[in-house]
C-alpha cells in the first residue's frame, strides 16, 4: 500500500516537472519567442510594445519603429529583467509572482497582483532581433524624466 502511494507521488511529481518544461518551452520556444502587447493598448509616443522572452530565463522589452524591434535601455538605471516559471500556473518575472492566465503557442496572458492583466499574441516575426541603436536621434523615450531647480 506504501509502496503504491510512494509511485503515485512520484509519478506526479515528474508529470509536474515535465509541464513546466513545456510552459518554459511555450514562452521562450527553447531560444527566443517575441510576444506583442495587445492589451492593454500600450503606446510609446505611438510605438507599438512587444516582450522577448530568452530561454535563459532573461527578456527585454521592445519598441517597434518602421516594422523593426529597438530596446531603450537606459545605461543609468539596473533592472532586472529574468523570468522563471514556477509551475503551469504562476511565473515569476523579475522579482513579481505572475498569474498565468492563458498559454498556448500563439497566446500569452497573465496578470499581476494588483489585478491589472497583459495579452501577449505572437509576433509574426520570430525571425529579426532587437536592436539597442534607435536610428531616430531626436526621439526621446517615455521614461526620460526631466528635473529643474
Same mark, same amino acid.
Given at each position: 500500500? *506504501?509502496?503504491?502511494?510512494? #509511485? #503515485?507521488?512520484?509519478?506526479?511529481?515528474?508529470?509536474?516537472?515535465?509541464?513546466? @518544461?513545456?510552459?518554459?518551452? %511555450?514562452? =521562450?520556444?527553447?531560444?527566443?519567442?517575441?510576444?506583442?502587447?495587445?492589451?492593454?493598448?500600450?503606446?510609446?509616443?505611438?510605438?507599438?510594445?512587444?516582450?522577448?522572452?530568452?530561454?535563459?530565463?532573461?527578456?527585454?522589452?521592445?519598441?517597434?519603429? *518602421?516594422? @523593426?524591434?529597438?530596446?531603450?535601455?537606459?545605461?543609468?538605471?539596473?533592472?532586472?529583467?529574468?523570468?522563471?516559471?514556477?509551475?503551469? =500556473?504562476? %511565473?515569476? %518575472?523579475?522579482?513579481?509572482?505572475?498569474?498565468? %492566465?492563458?498559454? !498556448?503557442?500563439? !497566446?500569452?496572458?497573465?496578470q499581476f497582483k494588483d489585478k491589472s492583466?497583459?495579452?501577449?499574441?505572437?509576433?509574426?516575426?520570430?525571425?529579426? =532581433?532587437?536592436?539597442r541603436h534607435f536610428p531616430y536621434k531626436?526621439?526621446?523615450?517615455?521614461? !526620460?524624466?526631466?528635473?529643474?531647480?
Open positions: 500500500m *506504501k509502496k503504491g502511494i510512494v #509511485c #503515485c507521488i512520484l509519478i506526479i511529481g515528474l508529470l509536474a516537472c515535465d509541464n513546466q @518544461k513545456k510552459q518554459e518551452k %511555450l514562452i =521562450s520556444n527553447n531560444n527566443i519567442k517575441y510576444w506583442n502587447i495587445v492589451y492593454p493598448p500600450i503606446q510609446n509616443r505611438g510605438l507599438p510594445r512587444g516582450y522577448c522572452f530568452h530561454k535563459n530565463g532573461t527578456y527585454q522589452r521592445f519598441d517597434y519603429y *518602421k516594422n @523593426k524591434r529597438y530596446s531603450f535601455e537606459i545605461n543609468d538605471i539596473v533592472y532586472d529583467w529574468t523570468w522563471k516559471c514556477l509551475n503551469d =500556473s504562476f %511565473l515569476i %518575472l523579475s522579482k513579481e509572482k505572475v498569474r498565468i %492566465l492563458k498559454l !498556448t503557442k500563439d !497566446t500569452f496572458n497573465i492583466i497583459i495579452k501577449f499574441v505572437r509576433s509574426e516575426n520570430q525571425k529579426d =532581433s532587437v536592436s531626436d526621439f526621446i523615450s517615455g521614461d !526620460t524624466i526631466h528635473i529643474s531647480r
